[in-house]
């Protein structure tokens, strides 16, 4: 993910010169974002970056704010988080909602898990698991 702050800016750079292609888009009116999704369209590279703007953003991101995260869908999110924790990662954003959670890697970078299909029905102990720390 990166968070962008002209839209039109960034999707002139990353489809018109870079080559990227839009494959979906999502804005959110409550949270006040537009999420942009890119691909290469080449065939078996299911890889996308995540283009985030954030509407009311006017300054510029400051270095280390405007690189978000990194994000891997996972099959079920419930036993990766499970097998992570089991091997002593702290689950930063539990997946409450069967669908997302966040751990750091060693060095800091965040890690966004996204359940691959639709979110799984809320469980206990993620259900009511507090977030920590930042991610």
Same mark, same amino acid.
């Given at each position: 993910?990166?968070?962008?702050?002209?839209?039109?800016?960034?999707?002139?750079?990353? /489809?018109?010169?870079?080559?990227?292609?839009?494959?979906? =888009?999502?804005?959110?009116?409550?949270?006040?974002?537009?999420?942009?999704?890119?691909?290469?369209?080449?065939?078996?590279?299911?890889?996308?970056?995540?283009?985030?703007?954030?509407?009311?953003?006017?300054?510029?991101?400051?270095?280390? =704010?405007?690189?978000?995260?990194?994000?891997?869908?996972?099959?079920?999110?419930?036993?990766?988080?499970? $097998?992570? $924790?089991?091997?002593?990662?702290?689950?930063?954003?539990? +997946? =409450?909602?069967?669908?997302?959670?966040? /751990?750091?890697?060693?060095?800091?970078?965040?890690?966004?898990?996204?359940?691959?299909? +639709?979110?799984?029905?809320?469980?206990?102990?993620?259900?009511?698991?507090?977030?920590?720390?930042?991610?």
């Amino acid at each position: 993910m990166i968070r962008v702050r002209d839209l039109d800016a960034a999707l002139d750079f990353f /489809v018109a010169k870079l080559g990227l292609r839009e494959t979906r =888009r999502m804005e959110s009116q409550g949270g006040r974002f537009t999420l942009v999704y890119l691909a290469t369209g080449a065939e078996g590279d299911a890889a996308e970056i995540e283009l985030t703007y954030n509407w009311d953003q006017s300054e510029p991101y400051p270095t280390g =704010r405007f690189f978000g995260h990194v994000a891997f869908g996972v099959p079920d999110i419930y036993a990766t988080c499970a $097998r992570l $924790r089991d091997a002593g990662v702290a689950i930063l954003r539990p +997946p =409450r909602d069967g669908k997302m959670a966040f /751990v750091k890697s060693p060095d800091g970078h965040s890690v966004e898990l996204l359940q691959s299909g +639709p979110a799984l029905p809320a469980a206990e102990p993620w259900s009511s698991m507090a977030s920590q720390g930042e991610w």
